[in-house]
């Protein structure tokens, strides 16, 4: 058992950094303030305070090379030649938000099969004997907004599985078998989807903040599932390799070698077409209180949501401030509150999503024995509210600020990190500087900013609550939350005809 | 490149097993490479200090290493081990409080009226509610007056201001560990709260905590399926050794533990001789190691306390758990195996690779890819720890319409296999060559290193012993996995515990309680 639950952990969405550790610089304004508190400090003798905290050493995280090719593909590379390996990836625009409704599931069917069919010249399974054999792995994997396939091996080998990587990507030839075991796998996961109730609200949750059909949050069906073919895989393939692929590399390996071996793999395709923009709406969830019944757990799941914010949203920073003093660590007013003070949770935390390119959900989340359901509640949502009627102190804002800006460094304290990071803000179309930018963005949150997001974006009453639990075993009942009529959502698992398996509740 | 709720189960139930499993994975590259760069220091009080430099980044990570987990929970307080873990973040007589000398008489007063309280609940005859009801009055109000004194979570507010990531620990059953980063320039700052919560440990908002604790099982165990399977599985498969004992603890008896308990467990387990204390990263031996020395120097010493001595009788029953309920099937069974100690180990970590790494492997490609009625199938071991004989564990996730009962014979029929033929010149190769690999990709992670670190440093009494376990992989030949497999892999030594569905009873839809 750990001390905390690790999805608590995220349940922040902390911002990336990548930057110089310099010590903080505080905004003048708050000088006057923090140095009372710490001369207060010293007289009282704290002894942590009396322990030096030198100058941290010089850092300078090492960029990786960004090359970008004719065609308008990016290849980053990396060099790390700590240990004797090379890895890679090539990301692909276009994920599961771009499928068609009616065969939802077939982008994760084809991050599936597309590695287990192979290639015309070595099928999956005989890959996989040539790979396993070496410690070596090519995967392939699908995401919201895209796919990717993936490569690593130790450096000797690592010409040799380039070229297999390679092969896959440009002449994959999928497999009919391959794609009735990804259906089989997937529809396991659908049968199954009711059995754990953490499961069940993160879900269903979501479903409230954008819609049951949005294409952020539809859930692949037995029907849908069964409907994919072949051909599908093969068409979503040939589209999405068009796009603007981007590749990384890291590792124990010549860069220009390896520049050279890129580029020839590359070069040759015809110029990337850009990702047709997406015209999605978010309107957020409708207000009210519902209610997944589940009668084998003594504990409910509570999920109090709204429709978040995305990165280029200028309050971001602030947002990020708050989202600290409400539910991101252990002095964040959730925890202290809810699970310190009352007892009532072991996992507890909350806070506005930031998606890179759209809305994401704000979300608080508290696990509470079935009694204490109503209690929980209401003491989530009066932390929720208090973010506009409870005044934000200097004290919390210096110390979320504390938080976030000491442990930046460990968003690039890695080459792989680093590497990660330039991706992600490319697939995105962020600038290179984009978290030098808000790391001093960060520094500049006063409290009059945090009391305008607050006011901005926090709006109790545009949240829905979803409640998953053990009906009998709540008491008092949610109908004493008083905040209108329960909600009852049916989570049935449709059952096509002639599916083997009896999908049920 | 958001995280996706996956629907693809079997990814949670591998996660759910990793974590389970006792950290086996890593084992051994250069090993004068880090001779060069490790740093060992035994000091008077018998804690162990390692330094290992790995400069890659102005960061270190740490990880404390206490050879005390829940098998050393006493009789009837089971997840006691894991409730002190939760007091070891409250504070120290210095840091959480703002008066330690009146909160001390106040926590004193906590524990008298929860003696009281206990006392008359616990009354077999002659229970008196009216007294009962004032007892109870009278606990929560001396909690009440001790939390005048508290400065909540002060302790981990600190490290979290000065940067700290990661910030957590875990209990086993064999073992706790607590572990977080820093950025380097913060290191003294560090052995100063560590040793602090080691050595000084208050039992502050104990109460609390345990209601958290409480919540905690409701969460891992009592409302998750797979929990719920494991945890019979253990309390079936084992009849005296602690491994069978709910390891987050019975309701009855966690939600029991007294704080005098958690301090008893912890002046018996927390002594230097118990203890290693690693940091890997951004950090000079010559410097730190003094540094590491004022403040450790702090934890007291002691006697290493005396091993659990239970031990497993044998087995010579089959056994089988049947969980009806609404959940989709599950298969999982387990056969005892010998302890980390045992000359064979490496043959296990053989076996399980040979059967479960990888689309390569013989359960994937028998049961998922050529009978398809799995969606997964995995063998793995030592389960649910290595201090001890533990298990050989099988899972499998049945395919829509097919049954626990037919996972059962397909993965006996691989068992067979192992015990008639011998596995082929690539199987066993394949097991060196990935072994060799996953342990030097597990070296370019600060934190992993120093757990590592930590436990092998524990396990054999020295660090060196994660490199040289490769010498015992090599070793492994085609004979010994037929002789294992012969020798373990028979039906009285086997436990088996699955989930059969049962339909849902008709008209069952409730509205969360109200009327």
């Given at each position: 058992m750990r001390y905390l639950e690790m999805n608590q952990m995220e349940a922040s969405p902390r911002s990336h950094k990548r930057g110089l550790g310099h010590p903080i610089l505080i905004a003048s304004a708050l000088c006057a303030a923090l140095l009372a508190t710490v001369a207060l400090n010293a007289q009282q003798g704290k002894?942590?305070?009396?322990?030096p905290v030198p100058k941290l050493h010089d850092f300078k995280p090492q960029q990786p090379r960004r090359i970008e090719l004719k065609n308008g593909i990016v290849v980053f590379l990396q060099e790390d030649h700590e240990l004797p390996f090379v890895s890679g990836s090539v990301m692909i625009p276009g994920g599961?938000?771009?499928?068609d409704a009616a065969k939802a599931g077939l982008v994760s069917l084809y991050g599936q099969t597309w590695r287990t069919s192979g290639t015309g010249k070595l099928s999956g399974d005989a890959m996989d004997d040539l790979l396993e054999a070496k410690a070596a792995h090519i995967e392939t994997g699908d995401d919201i907004d895209s796919t990717s396939l993936a490569w690593d091996s130790l450096k000797g080998d690592a010409d040799q599985v380039f070229a297999l990587a390679m092969d896959l990507l440009f002449h994959p030839k999928f497999s009919a078998e391959k794609l009735a075991l990804a259906q089989q796998q997937e529809a396991t996961g659908i049968v199954r989807r009711n059995d754990d109730e953490g499961e069940i609200a993160e879900r269903e949750a979501s479903k409230l903040v954008y819609g049951a059909n949005s294409p952020y949050t539809r859930q692949p069906e037995l029907a849908t599932i069964g409907a994919v073919t072949l051909k599908d895989l093969d068409a979503w393939h040939q589209q999405t390799l068009k796009g603007k692929l981007i590749v990384g590399i890291s590792g124990d390996f010549d860069a220009a070698a390896m520049e050279a071996r890129v580029r020839a793999a590359f070069?040759?395709?015809p110029t990337a077409k850009p990702a047709p923009a997406r015209h999605d709406e978010f309107a957020g969830p409708k207000p009210g209180v519902y209610f997944i019944n589940k009668?084998?757990?003594?504990?409910s799941n509570v999920e109090i949501v709204a429709l978040g914010t995305d990165?280029?949203?200028?309050?971001v920073p602030a947002i990020t401030v708050m989202n600290e003093i409400l539910g991101?660590?252990?002095?964040?007013r959730l925890f202290q509150k809810v699970?310190?003070?009352?007892?009532?949770?072991?996992a507890v935390g909350g806070g506005f999503g930031m998606a890179y390119d759209h809305p994401a959900a704000f979300r608080a989340e508290v696990l509470t024995k079935s009694p204490s359901t109503v209690d929980a509640t209401r003491a989530a949502l009066a932390e929720i509210a208090g973010l506009k009627s409870a005044p934000f102190t200097e004290v919390e804002l210096k110390r979320a600020k504390d938080n976030i800006l000491n442990s930046f460094l460990f968003r690039y304290d890695s080459k792989d990190k680093v590497l990660a990071e330039r991706e992600r803000l490319e697939f995105y179309g962020y600038p290179a500087d984009y978290l030098e930018t808000y790391k001093s963005a960060l520094e500049k949150v006063t409290l009059a900013d945090l009391t305008a997001v607050a006011k901005k974006y926090i709006h109790p009453e545009k949240m829905a609550i979803l409640v998953v639990g053990n009906a009998p075993e709540?008491?008092?009942?949610?109908?004493?939350?008083?905040?209108g009529a329960i909600q009852p959502v049916d989570i049935t698992i449709p059952k096509p005809a002639g599916m083997p398996g009896g999908a049920q509740k | 490149m958001q995280s996706r709720t996956s629907s693809w189960i079997w990814k949670s139930f591998l996660a759910l097993i990793l974590m389970a499993?006792?950290?086996?994975g890593a084992r051994g590259q250069d090993l004068k490479s880090f001779e060069q760069r490790i740093t060992t220091k035994v000091l008077p009080n018998g804690l162990t200090l390692i330094v290992c430099e790995r400069p890659e980044a102005p960061v270190f990570s740490y990880s404390t290493f206490i050879?005390?987990?829940?098998?050393?929970?006493?009789a009837g307080d089971s997840g006691l081990a894991h409730m002190f873990e939760h007091l070891?973040?409250?504070?120290t007589s210095e840091i959480g409080t703002n008066d330690y000398a009146a909160e001390k008489v106040a926590l004193e007063k906590v524990e008298a009226a929860n003696d009281a309280y206990q006392a008359e609940y616990l009354k077999?005859?002659?229970?008196d509610p009216s007294k009962l009801a004032e007892l109870k009055k009278a606990f929560a109000a001396a909690q009440a007056e001790a939390h005048k004194f508290v400065v909540p979570n002060e302790f981990t507010e600190v490290a979290e201001r000065n940067?700290?990531?990661?910030?957590n620990a875990s209990t086993g059953l064999d073992s706790t560990q607590y572990f977080w980063s820093m950025p380097e320039n913060r290191l003294e700052l560090w052995a100063w709260l560590e040793s602090a919560r080691l050595a000084d440990t208050v039992p502050r908002e104990f109460y609390k905590e345990r209601d958290v604790v409480m919540e905690e099982r409701r969460m891992r165990t009592d409302s998750s399926p797979i929990g719920r399977l494991f945890e019979q599985f253990l309390a079936t498969a084992y009849?005296?050794?602690?491994?069978?004992?709910s390891s987050i603890g019975w309701p009855s008896e966690v939600g029991q533990i007294t704080a005098t308990e958690a301090m008893a467990f912890h002046k018996k387990y927390y002594v230097g001789s118990n203890e290693v204390v690693v940091v890997v990263g951004d950090v000079k031996a010559s410097e730190t190691m003094p540094i590491l020395e004022k403040y450790f120097s702090k934890v007291p010493g002691g006697p290493k306390p005396e091993e659990m001595t239970t031990v497993e009788p044998v087995q010579f029953a089959e056994k089988t758990v049947v969980i009806r309920e609404q959940t989709q099937p599950l298969y999982l069974e387990g056969y005892h195996r010998p302890d980390?100690?045992?000359?064979d180990d490496a043959v296990y970590d053989a076996i399980s690779d040979i059967l479960?790494?990888?689309?390569?492997s013989r359960l994937y490609r028998s049961l998922?890819?050529?009978?398809?009625?799995?969606?997964g199938a995995e063998g793995f071991s030592p389960?649910?720890?290595?201090?001890?004989?533990?298990l050989f564990a099988f899972f499998a996730v049945p395919l829509p319409g097919h049954t626990p009962a037919e996972m059962r014979d397909a993965i006996h029929k691989e068992i067979e296999k192992l015990k008639v033929a011998d596995v082929s010149d690539a199987e066993l190769q394949m097991y060196k060559t990935r072994s060799r690999a996953d342990l030097l990709r597990g070296l370019a992670n600060n934190q992993g290193l120093a757990n590592t670190l930590a436990e092998y440093q524990t396990r054999?009494?020295?660090?060196?012993e994660l490199f040289k376990q490769l010498d015992k992989v090599d070793k492994v030949t085609k004979a010994d996995i037929r002789r294992v497999a012969k020798q373990v892999f028979v039906s009285t030594n086997r436990t088996s515990a699955e989930i059969d569905t049962e339909p849902q009873a008709a008209g069952a839809t409730k509205d969360g309680g109200a009327e």
């Open positions: 002894p942590w305070e009396k322990i599961s938000r771009d499928e070069e040759g395709l009668e084998d757990v003594n504990q990165r280029r949203n200028p309050d991101g660590g252990f002095a964040s699970r310190t003070e009352l007892g009532l949770a072991y709540i008491k008092p009942g949610l109908d004493e939350l008083k905040l | 499993m006792a950290c086996v050879d005390a987990g829940d098998v050393n929970d006493p070891a973040f409250k504070g077999p005859v002659g229970q940067g700290a990531t990661g910030l009849v005296a050794h602690p491994y069978g004992r980390y100690r045992d000359p479960s790494n990888g689309r390569v998922v890819r050529d009978q398809q009625i799995a969606a389960y649910p720890g290595d201090k001890y004989p533990g054999y009494g020295d660090w060196r």
